[in-house]
């Protein structure tokens, strides 16, 4: 690879590639410490009982959630150039066409952003689907199931473990100078 002032020169869809393979692992690797965390919840007067292997929707979220981020830290296109290259890598995960997985995309991102409305903190809106996605109203005490709110100490908490599945792209492109598949 060349480098241009000590950072390698990587192609969007490398990009996708190393993003995709270690969003999925970490995902699969974390979700039972996630599945924990909300199965022993103290603000739970039930246990929601999540599997360990309850992980897709979390997935999703995940890939939301980063999806978002992504438009953060670039800008003249090639935001939309690395998405779509993700998207092409992460469809055949799921069983879908990358026009089916940019819809479900799409579908999490909405829900995600309708639920933290006005607020536009990505990983709250994570940590907010979550709390949709695995329907846990109805695990809460009285107070906040019948407003149908998550109890905002069970919010923060999960806020914290949310970061650790934010891809970190200030490490990445201190790393790495993107360019786009056309210039490789």
Known sequence: MLTIFGRK??????????????????????????AGFINDSPEFVLSPCISDTDYGKFLMIVIAGNYSYVSQYFNDGMDAEITECITQKMAPVFDMTPTEFKMKVKEYKELMSRANHPSKN?????SKGVFMKYNLVDFQEDYFRQMKTPNPIFLKNLDDLMKNFLWNWEVFNEKYKIVSASLV
């Open 9 to 34: 020169k990587v192609s969007a869809d490398r990009v996708a590639h190393i993003f995709s393979h270690n969003i999925i692992e970490t995902v699969e690797t974390g979700f039972a410490d996630v």
């Open 122 to 126: 990505i990983i709250y809106a994570m």
